[in-house]
């Protein structure tokens, strides 16, 4: 399998051309060069290096927890060290590990603008390169635990300080730069004894006698720097999440398919059960129904059968008024209905009343004007029509019992 390994810089697309090397599948380079996308060869797969200061890699203090919280802490420890908002920037996890204290962990984090990294996405798409994976330059350039190591390249410079840190520097300042770090880790105690330099081939040389004068660190000349060489398959992929690519959610789908098959058929239990309730529960409420409807027709024999419940209350409420007793739609009722469900919000929540013709008008205020829509389901729960009309600022409950007709 072929892979072509694409050297992107911060200028990318608006300047098209880019270093690119064309991997054969003992990993060694089948060809090269610097060219525009049309002239990229063509291969299995297609990795990015993103160049420079693109990403920033940092480390922050993690409290233990769930991984789910990841992200969120991640963003809560990053928003002071990042001058943007952290919720516009991707952020990928690279490293993590137990802190001195045991109680917190060290994680290592690559930040990236989320929307540079969407960009290039659809800029390769449109193209017809997407790319498998997408890493730093910050974590392919040449590093180790036992010392530092300097990589130039024609327009920048990598400096590691192990195999968990890297730092994107300018070469047009790059000596006041170095000694900035090297003072540093004098003050850390973490100097160390010299710097391996790696140079880039066409790369402009580096003055070695004002370097270690600033920094006050010797400079070794070490292999040259091939970005291509890095062990780019060891670091992070920036594309997860919303960047991950269809092979990614095709893996994601094969390990979660038996507990998605466990989950269906859980899922066809739960509709069998419930839907098994709901068909008793109508058999019940027909029982209910027609044992209304035969106390109704033994009460009123003459009388044609509608809605029995709702027939039966329009006769209770007629021989309620023949016997001079309140009915059930009139004013008094609808209010203590309505005072009921406002509880204690019904103490000042009444601005003002209005009855007529069965239909209670109340304007609501403070707390009982907020909870207005909560109101209405409530009432409508206990048998009454209840709706809210907004006349300007004033909120009004209009309520009455629901009619036969």
């Known amino acids: 399998m072929t892979r072509l390994?694409?050297?992107?810089?911060?200028?990318?697309?608006?300047?098209?051309?880019?270093?690119?090397?064309?991997?054969?599948?003992?990993?060694?380079?089948?060809?090269?060069?610097?060219?525009?996308?049309?002239?990229?060869?063509?291969?299995?797969?297609?990795?990015?290096?993103?160049?420079?200061?693109?990403?920033?890699?940092?480390?922050?203090?993690?409290?233990?927890?769930?991984?789910?919280?990841?992200?969120?802490?991640?963003?809560?420890?990053?928003?002071?060290?990042?001058?943007?908002?952290?919720?516009?920037?991707?952020?990928?996890?690279?490293?993590?590990?137990?802190?001195?204290?045991?109680?917190?962990?060290?994680?290592?984090?690559?930040?990236?603008?989320?929307?540079?990294?969407?960009?290039?996405?659809?800029?390769f798409a449109a193209?017809?390169?997407?790319?498998?994976?997408?890493?730093?330059?910050?974590?392919?350039?040449?590093?180790?635990?036992?010392?530092?190591?300097?990589?130039?390249?024609?327009?920048g410079a990598i400096l590691r300080t192990g195999t968990g840190t890297g730092l994107a520097l300018d070469r047009d300042i790059l000596i006041p730069l170095l000694a900035a770090q090297a003072a540093s880790a004098r003050a850390a105690n973490t100097a160390p004894a010299q710097i391996d330099l790696h140079t880039a081939p066409g790369s402009p040389a580096l003055d070695l006698a004002a370097?270690?004068?600033?920094?006050?660190?010797?400079?070794?000349?070490?292999?040259?720097?091939?970005?291509?060489?890095?062990?780019?398959?060891?670091?992070?992929?920036?594309?997860?999440?919303?960047?991950?690519?269809?092979?990614q959610g095709a893996a994601w789908i094969s390990r979660l398919r038996a507990p998605a098959l466990l989950a269906m058929a859980a899922l066809g239990l739960w509709l069998a059960t419930n839907v098994g309730e709901v068909l008793w529960q109508r058999h019940v409420l027909g029982g209910f129904e027609s044992r209304i409807e035969r106390v109704y027709r033994s009460a009123f024999p003459n009388a044609p059968v509608v809605a029995p419940a709702a027939q039966m209350r329009q006769q209770l409420n007629g021989e309620r008024a023949r016997h001079g007793l309140l009915?059930?739609?009139?004013?008094?009722?609808?209010?203590s209905q309505a005072a009921e469900a406002l509880g204690t919000d019904a103490t000042d929540g009444i601005a003002a009343l209005r009855f007529e013709e069965g239909r209670l008008d109340l304007t609501l205020s403070g707390p009982a004007a907020a909870r207005a829509e909560a109101l209405?389901?409530?009432?409508?729960?206990?048998?009454?029509?209840?709706?809210?009309?907004?006349e300007g600022s004033a909120t009004h409950l209009l309520l009455r019992q629901e009619n036969l007709q």
């Open 5 to 123: 390994l694409l050297a992107i810089d911060e200028h990318w697309p608006t300047r098209p051309e880019c270093a690119w090397v064309l991997l054969g599948p003992d990993g060694q380079p089948l060809s090269e060069g610097h060219s525009a996308p049309r002239h990229w060869p063509a291969a299995d797969e297609c990795t990015v290096v993103l160049t420079g200061a693109q990403c920033l890699w940092l480390d922050v203090l993690l409290p233990r927890g769930a991984r789910r919280d990841l992200p969120r802490l991640l963003s809560y420890a990053l928003e002071d060290r990042l001058l943007k908002d952290p919720d516009t920037q991707h952020l990928t996890l690279s490293h993590r590990r137990s802190a001195d204290d045991g109680e917190r962990d060290v994680a290592g984090v690559l930040v990236i603008a989320r929307e540079r990294l969407r960009s290039l996405m659809a800029q």
């Open 127 to 155: 193209i017809g390169r997407v790319p498998r994976r997408i890493v730093a330059e910050l974590q392919t350039a040449p590093a180790d635990d036992a010392g530092w190591h300097l990589s130039l390249s024609t327009e």
């Open 211 to 247: 370097a270690a004068t600033e920094s006050g660190l010797s400079l070794r000349p070490a292999a040259p720097y091939l970005w291509w060489q890095g062990n780019e398959r060891q670091a992070a992929n920036l594309l997860h999440g919303e960047f991950a690519g269809r092979d």
């Open 327 to 335: 009915r059930d739609d009139d004013a008094l009722a609808l209010l």
């Open 376 to 390: 209405v389901g409530l009432l409508a729960s206990r048998g009454l029509l209840a709706n809210l009309r907004q």
